[in-house]
């Protein structure tokens, strides 16, 4: 995975020093890389060079190790995300229930491909499989809401109702 | 007489607004404080399908799909002692309502033991589970000698859950053998097979149960520090699961000199950062560490060899939780159940195209046809039952000749499946069995941790022929190139994910050859699913012209002139299937 070289939000840019805390109370716990990425992304939204940085001179572990941490896990982001997480269920019940027709017509509808954010930061769009909710499939996450038994009709208005 | 309301917490109710049932509840009861009725969440009860479900007691009355608009009347029936008949559960089948949990179908050939908790307490309230005999067994080991309790759990003949069925106390000996001034015990709650929800349902409903099972695993071992590991989308098994190690403490369950008796332990919660591999469980304890989760050779097994190198004896969530009820009931009591080589009970996830989709939990060696058929109600809108996928991405696809066949781990093996975690995911005659296997291939293959590389090259050409063959491309001998890269990949890949990923591929070629056969031969896919090879047609008999296709057509494909009949050009459709769904004459068909 290449890492683009994205421009920090100016409100990221401004929390960026409350990753030294994050840093001081983990520094001591052994194995505490990925709690304190979680931390650090939850805090920022994602993860930008500036912060891993701090983590890599923090740890004393050098940056290409943080750097493969971060790409190895699809939790992590190196790029700014959007107000709202859709997460589309592909997962196996999901699937014969026909979750890629719902992925289809949101990927029409925001004009985004999985993965994607909308240029306006209103939607980040993500596949996941299974969300443990396979008795209602097909399902879709919107942040922590779960929707289920959907159509794909229904895309367009449950996702007005997030802006 | 005061009357409790248990309304289901879990994920698949919460979904369907249980949480505001709830609230409503609350709501309309403060207004009456005589009314003397109590509320509580409790865990999942399973039937999914059927929630939000709210279960009224001592009376025991099981009401489902209860909606807030329910509320008001609901209140009003249980003031007069009287039975809300419009919410019972009415049989599909008998269109007979039942009134309580035990006398519908989707019970009744159920056996519910690690599940016995769940729906039934409130699983933030650690004397509702000491209420029902909870840390009772705690208490019964820490009195006995190490080698008498890894004895009771090689009696009892528990298996692993979590996928390979390794015997737990042969695990548990070789850990307890290992050298070492310090030892683990570790859970795996990553349930990665995507359509399954077991363990995520044993955190929520009965979390207590697992913490209960890793502290007598660790006294047994001789450990004093554990880790649960828990897959990130699970962040409610994760809130209940910190409640419960709070509340443990508290009452001196977990920590130093445990009930007096010398013995200490706590236990750490891990949130995983998504990656299927690291439910295998080296790359978990790689993960543990804070590295990528990528597996290594073993042995060492994390026995002699586990956790930043210490002995570590590593389990799945279903596999802790047997563990208390096995010492409570005695394993010989509990070697009844079963059959001979795989004792006890399995938690499936049961879903897909059946009509009572849910948790259950089932006695080892029960068939797949009483599962489908009595537990799940059978096949969802009367169409025929195809295949049933267990064991998630690494079993297999058995079909309907299958049927029954004895579910237990060697049965299931013999076939080319596997017990896996518990994902049952049930096909109807409209799922295209090369579709489920690319599904399941192009999964593994996006999973594949690339460390090694018939897994990370090999599933790359299989999912590439597979694709080939889908899109109406195959030859021939593709069937034949297919085998043997699987049978490569089988015997040469790393870990389990790369040793099972062809099973999928390999069990639909084995049970389904002909549909392969058609899609490459006839350029035809049977089930009307592989999107090039299917056409939209207009029967002109049918269509009256009402335009109703054309204007919701997004790529402009229909044509036709008003009440006359229409046709689609199949250059322009992109075989999207509005059409279909817009058209109420049932005019337009696959070919
Ligand atoms: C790719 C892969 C994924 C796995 N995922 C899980 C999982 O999600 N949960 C689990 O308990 N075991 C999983 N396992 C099996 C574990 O490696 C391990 O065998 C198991 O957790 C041992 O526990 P048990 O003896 O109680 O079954 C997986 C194995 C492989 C190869
Ligand atoms: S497969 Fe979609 S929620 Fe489980």
């Known amino acids: 995975m290449a890492y683009k070289m994205v421009q920090m939000p100016e409100e990221v840019a401004q929390k960026l020093h409350l990753v030294d805390d994050i840093v001081e109370k983990y520094k001591q716990v052994p194995g505490s890389l990925i709690p304190m990425l979680q931390e650090v992304q939850e805090l920022l939204g994602y993860l930008p060079q500036e912060a891993l940085r701090k983590i890599s001179r923090g740890l004393e572990i050098p940056l290409s190790k943080v750097f493969g941490v971060v790409t190895f896990y699809t939790q992590f982001h190196t790029e700014p995300r959007g107000r709202n997480i859709i997460r589309v269920c592909l997962g196996t019940a999901c699937h014969v229930r026909g979750g890629q027709n719902i992925m289809a017509k949101i990927t029409e509808f925001l004009g985004v491909e999985p993965g994607g954010t909308t240029p306006d930061l209103r939607f980040t769009l993500e596949r996941v499989a299974c969300l443990g909710a396979c008795g209602l499939a097909p399902v879709m996450m919107v942040n922590d809401q779960t929707h289920g038994r959907l159509t794909p009709d229904q895309v367009k208005e449950v996702l007005s109702r997030y802006q | ?591």
């Open chain 2, 1 to 591: 007489m005061s009357k409790t309301v248990l309304i289901c917490g879990g994920t698949g109710c919460v979904s369907s607004d249980s949480h505001k049932v709830y609230d409503r509840l609350e709501e309309e009861l403060q207004k009456d404080p005589s009314s003397r009725i109590e509320v509580k969440f409790t865990g999942c009860h399973g039937f999914c399908e059927q929630g939000p479900i709210v279960i009224v007691q001592p009376d025991n009355v099981f009401y489902c799909r209860v909606t807030t608009n329910d509320v008001p009347e609901l209140i009003e029936a249980m003031k007069k002692g009287e039975v809300l008949e419009r919410l019972l559960y009415r049989d599909p089948v008998t269109g007979e309502l039942s009134r309580s949990r035990e006398e519908i179908g989707f019970y009744k050939k159920q056996k519910r033991l690690v599940l016995e908790n769940c729906g039934e307490i409130d699983p933030e309230n650690i004397e509702e589970y000491e209420s029902r005999g909870g840390y009772e067994a705690l208490r019964a080991v820490l009195g006995k000698e190490r080698s008498e309790v890894i004895e009771e759990i090689k009696k009892s003949g528990l298996r692993g859950r979590g996928g390979a069925g390794f015997p737990t106390g042969l695990k548990w000996e070789f850990t307890a053998q290992a050298e070492g001034d310090k030892k683990y015990v570790v859970c795996n709650a990553d349930e990665g097979d995507p359509g399954a929800f077991m363990d995520r349902s044993i955190l929520e409903g009965d979390p207590h149960a697992v913490l209960e099972g890793m502290l007598i695993c660790g006294y047994a071992v001789g450990a004093d520090e554990g880790y649960v590991y828990v897959r990130a989308e699970y962040p409610l098994a994760i809130k209940r699961l910190k409640i419960a190690i709070k509340e443990a403490e508290e009452k001196g369950y977990l920590g130093d000199d445990i009930l007096n008796s010398g013995f200490n332990f706590k236990v750490n919660i891990k949130a995983g950062a998504g990656a299927f591999v690291c439910g295998e469980e080296t790359a978990l304890l790689a993960s543990i560490q804070g590295e990528r989760g990528m597996p290594r050779p073993r042995p060492p097994f994390p026995a002699e060899k586990g956790l930043w190198g210490k002995p570590t004896n590593l389990n799945n969530v279903e596999t802790y939780a047997n563990v208390p009820r096995i010492i409570r009931m005695g394993a010989d009591e509990y070697a009844k159940i079963g059959t001979e080589k795989s004792k006890g009970t399995k938690v499936f996830a049961l879903t897909g195209k059946i009509n009572n989709t849910g948790l259950v939990e089932v006695p080892m060696g029960i068939t797949m046809r009483d599962i489908i058929y009595d537990i799940g109600g059978g096949i969802l809108d009367n169409k025929e039952f195809k295949a049933v996928q267990i064991g998630g991405p690494s079993g297999g696809c058995l079909p309907s000749e299958l049927l029954d066949l004895p579910v237990d781990y060697d049965s299931l093996t013999e076939v080319g499946a596997m017990m896996g975690s518990g994902g049952l995911v049930v096909m109807d005659e409209t799922t295209c069995m090369v579709d489920l296997a690319h599904f399941f291939l192009n999964f593994t293959q996006k999973e594949s941790c690339g460390k090694c590389t018939p897994c990370r090259e090999g599933t790359k050409r299989m999912l590439e022929i597979l694709e080939r063959i889908a899109s109406g491309k195959g030859q021939e001998e593709d069937l034949e190139t297919l085998q043997r890269l699987a049978r490569v990949i089988k015997s040469t890949a790393l870990c389990g994910l790369g040793q099972t990923a062809p099973n999928p591929v390999l069990t639909t070629m084995k049970y389904f050859l002909s549909e392969y056969e058609t899609h490459i031969k006839e350029k035809r896919c049977p089930a009307g699913v592989c999107k090039e090879l299917i056409t939209y047609r207009i029967d002109p008999e049918k269509c009256t012209g009402c335009t109703l296709c054309a204007k919701h057509c997004p790529s402009g494909a229909i044509s036709g002139e008003k009440k006359e009949p229409h046709v689609i050009d199949p250059d322009k459709c992109t075989r999207c299937g509005v059409c279909i769904t817009k058209c109420n004459k049932d005019a337009i068909y696959l070919a």
